[in-house]
């Protein structure tokens, strides 16, 4: 006895049709259509346009930097156009600068402060941010007040109190005196606080009721929406802690101890004749806010496009 069995909808569509691609969606629209959420063909190449230029003006710089630091001496750095590839690309100019200024130590001091910095304005901004956005307290309107009033006065106006502080503490001439003025920041702790805030109420109040505690809540339930954020604290921090070039120039006296940005301003005073060691040197200061950026952006971009709230 055979079981009959319904046919199916596409039983009736031909081998052809099923493997017919479908067709390919214009990115612009034509004349006349109403679909205003695409542009013109005109607007389009218009877009494209001017996306390179900005390409040629932010990347033009970095790649004539990076290409005069592998350029030997007998070539010249001034053609018009530039050459970027060089015809005899050396490593003598890295080697040169290693040998006269001890450039990858003051790169390793630079490397400490900012890691320090990293690690703390993530920690101390995230547990900041959580009170401030998640939790009820007495006060908290007054700490946001005093928080945003720092944001008024410039870093230059602080200087002077926090050189008398870390010198009182017994911290200068260290690289602990260039990184605690830096190990929290009030912008930091604002934009976790604000990512905090996004983060629905009934959420929170579900997990104490089920019994979580602070701890639990901030790792399995704030972290993951804010993550985003965190990533953007982390590349702030770093990329100020790694350019900083007035404190540590105040803090720091002992030439053994300098980060590399103020050591950078005795490579401008003593090779200034030759823009190819200049380039080498400054290639040497990029070279970790590139790798920084690399390891954290594709964080930043998930954590950005993330809106639900994860268990």
Not at 166 to 177: C, F, K, Q, S, Y
């Amino acid at each position: 006895m055979s079981i009959l069995t319904p046919p199916r909808a596409d039983d009736d569509v031909r081998p052809d049709e099923q493997s017919a691609p479908a067709p390919r969606e214009r990115i612009f629209r034509r004349r006349g259509s109403g679909d205003f959420s695409k542009p013109t063909l005109g607007g389009l190449i218009g877009r494209y346009a001017l996306l390179l230029l900005v390409l040629v003006l932010v990347i033009g710089p970095f790649l004539w930097q990076l290409s005069t630091s592998f350029k030997g001496p007998q070539e010249n750095i001034y053609s018009f156009p530039p050459n970027l590839i060089p015809r005899e690309p050396t490593l003598q100019n890295y080697a040169t600068v290693a040998d006269i200024v001890p450039v990858y130590l003051y790169a390793w001091h630079s490397l400490l402060v900012s890691v320090g910095t990293v690690v703390s304005n993530v920690v101390l901004a995230t547990f900041a941010g959580y009170a401030l956005g998640c939790m009820r307290f007495r006060g908290k309107w007054i700490v946001m007040a005093i928080l945003l009033s720092t944001l008024l006065f410039p870093g230059e106006v602080t200087v002077t109190s926090n050189f008398l502080t870390i010198r009182a503490l017994g911290l200068a001439d260290t690289l602990w005196g260039v990184f605690l003025p830096g190990a929290i920041g009030a912008m930091n702790v604002l934009l976790v606080a604000t990512a905090c805030r996004m983060i629905p109420k009934d959420v929170l109040d579900a997990a104490t009721v089920d019994g979580a505690t602070t701890w639990q809540r901030i790792r399995h339930i704030v972290w993951p929406n804010i993550r985003g954020m965190v990533s953007v604290v982390a590349i702030f921090a770093f990329i100020g802690a790694w350019d900083d070039y007035l404190w540590p120039l105040i803090v720091l006296s002992d030439p053994s101890k300098y980060t590399l940005t103020v050591g950078m301003a005795y490579l401008n005073s003593s090779f200034s004749v030759d823009p190819r060691l200049i380039a080498a040197g400054t290639m040497i200061a990029l070279v970790p806010i590139v790798i920084m950026f690399s390891f954290t952006q594709r964080f930043f971009f998930k954590g950005v496009q993330e809106g639900a709230i994860k268990g």
